[in-house]
């Protein structure tokens, strides 16, 4: 079963995802902002995907993703990032910074379906 750490500091969004991803088969486990994700990831045990938000407290989406790739794990998660700005500049900014897709919110189980195929996961 795959792996997917949710992301984002809605519980709400949250709570669609992980219902979304579970119909898509993945084992899901859910972090509050960045720093939690971080903890998460250089934990015992990595995702196979992160679905990552943009705007979050603490730490947010691209502070994650410069974290990220500071690390020197075993196996990267691949990141999807999660935007509700339909901006090609930060589109851009997230892929640069090692984002390997993105998705807009809302998201429906079909987009988020293609996006996992798109990374390779589902
Ligand atoms: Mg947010």
Redesign the pocket.
């Known amino acids: 079963m795959k792996t997917c750490l949710v992301v ?3 519980k709400v ?1 949250r709570k669609v995802a992980r219902h979304i991803l579970e119909t898509l088969d993945f084992q899901v486990d859910e972090a509050g902002d960045g720093r939690e994700a971080l903890e998460r990831v250089t934990g015992a045990e990595q995702p196979d995907v992160i679905l990552l ?4 407290p603490v730490m947010s989406g691209m502070e994650f993703l410069r974290a990220l790739s500071t690390t020197d794990l075993p196996r990267r998660p691949k990141v999807v990032f999660c935007t509700t700005e339909n901006s090609i500049g930060h589109i851009r900014a997230a892929i640069s910074a090692g984002a390997d897709e993105y998705v807009m919110k809302p998201f429906d189980r079909e987009t988020l379906h293609s996006k996992m195929q798109i990374v390779g996961v589902a």
């Open positions: 984002d500091d809605s969004i938000d943009w705007n979050m």
